[in-house]
């Protein structure tokens, strides 16, 4: 009995498509872009920069009001000896009222500053919109590769199964040696470890999306890798140079916000050479009569307060040139953003195309110089010129090209991955 004749050579498992073994087919698996809204929709960070936003919004209004007013309550004027209201027409009581205003446009200015903070914050919050759509589709992606490294070993563990019942019959005929069927058992447990593994992997990129998805990612199965629409469109009609799309990224939006709110703290600190200006009003009630006998009238006081900022070289110098350093090292920091992220789309995009041109090897040589070998050894095999360890090694070579072509897929996807974030292209 001919080998091929008593089961489908193993080296055509390398070849077989893709697909899930029947258990793994769920009934309706949520596609990404539903999981990651989801995941964005139930995301506890998001409420928190919310929350820090309104807070700072609700302080700026608080620090644009004037400061309250101050009652001022007194006795002026009393005799020691008496100690009597009537006795001395000098004798008031007084009563008043003091305010002071803010110093230039300086509230006005804070407020403005603190709906810049707040934008800024709000603008961490997108940041954090991407973090989670890329560690999401991250996690989605090793799992399309683990099931479908999963597919290709279990295919080629059941073509060995296959081979091994059919070297335990030919040994009873004394057609074959005890160490063929070894051989073969040898060859099903590598594969058994191999789908621990693979078990394992996955149970732990389950377990990290949990952080996202909750128990839904418990039962997750994922079959394809994602389109990519957005992004191919985008490189297909942007140029290389990625600094305007940069421009317009949520991480670098904040520092724009962080450049506003320096700059606006620089006219915060030109409003302090203007002075600061109060009033106060008065009123004396009194009781005592004028030394002609008639009643000495009441009395009412008003005051204007300004305070001289004469002395400024050691204080609002001082102040407006930390404010102007703070402006530099923001739209420095800004700069610095931008050309790191300019490198890292570029090492992300040279990665791409030389990830695409290794699998374009793969498919165009690699596997069919694999399959073409494990061939010719199946048919030494048959011809009894070859030994069955030759095979088995043969099939196996085929079987770790086809995961290693998986692995690149996957890596190309990762790629595509790191590029959306950067680009803001999901």
């Known amino acids: 009995m001919m080998l091929n004749q008593a089961y489908p050579a193993l080296a055509h498992a390398a070849s077989m498509p893709i697909s899930s073994s029947p258990e793994l087919q769920p009934y309706a698996q949520p596609d990404l872009t539903t999981l990651i ?18 807070a700072i919004s609700e302080m700026g209004i608080a620090s644009s009001q004037l400061m309250d007013p101050k009652l001022k309550l007194g006795v002026g004027g009393l005799p020691v000896d008496s100690f009597a209201f009537d006795e001395d ?21 804070q407020q403005k500053q603190s709906e810049q903070q707040a934008s800024g914050v709000r603008q961490q919050a997108d940041i954090r919109k991407l973090d989670i759509t890329k560690a999401v589709t991250n996690a989605w992606i090793e799992l399309a590769y683990l099931n479908q490294t999963r597919t290709l070993m279990v295919q080629n563990q059941s073509l060995f199964r296959e081979l091994l019942s059919y070297l335990e019959t030919n040994y009873g005929l004394g057609a074959n040696q005890a160490q063929d069927i070894i051989q073969a058992e040898l060859q099903i447990s590598r594969i058994d470890e191999q789908l621990q593994a693979n078990q394992q992997l996955q149970q732990r990129w389950r377990a990290q999306l949990s952080e996202w998805l909750g128990s839904q990612s418990a039962s997750l199965v994922v079959t394809s890798y994602p389109q990519w629409q957005t992004l191919t469109q985008y490189l297909t009609t942007q140029p290389a140079n990625h600094v305007s799309t940069l421009a317009s990224h949520p991480a670098v939006q904040v520092r724009d916000a962080l450049i506003k709110t ?11 050479y203007q002075p600061q200006f109060g009033v106060e009003v008065m009123y004396a009630y009194r009781q005592a009569d004028r030394m002609d006998g008639s009643p000495a009238p009441d009395l ?8 001289l900022p004469l002395f400024t070289e050691k ?32 090492a992300t995009d040279a990665d791409r195309s030389h990830i695409q041109q290794r699998l374009a090897r793969y498919q165009r040589t690699l596997l069919k110089q694999a399959r073409e070998k494990t061939r010719a050894v199946e048919r030494g095999y048959q011809n009894n010129t070859s030994q069955l360890d030759e095979y088995i090694r043969a099939a196996s070579d085929e079987l770790a090209l086809e995961l290693e072509q998986a692995r690149l897929e996957a890596d190309l996807n990762q790629a595509n991955n790191n590029l959306a974030y950067l680009l803001n292209q999901y």
Not at 300 to 307: C, I, N
Request: aromatic share 6%.
């Open 89 to 109: 027409p000098m004798t008031n009581i007084s009563v008043g009222l003091m305010q002071e205003f803010g110093r230039g446009d300086t509230q006005t200015l």
């Open 315 to 346: 204080r609002q110098d001082k102040k407006l040139a930390a404010a102007q350093h703070q402006v530099g090292a923001a739209r420095t920091q800004r700069d610095l953003l931008i050309q790191q992220m300019q490198a890292q789309a570029a």
């Open 37 to 54: 809204q989801w995941a964005i929709d139930h995301d506890p960070g998001q409420q928190q920069f919310h929350y820090q936003a309104d």
């Open 262 to 272: 320096s700059e606006t703290g620089v006219d915060i600190a030109r409003e302090a």
């Open 300 to 307: 009412v006081s008003a005051y204007l307060t300004m305070d």
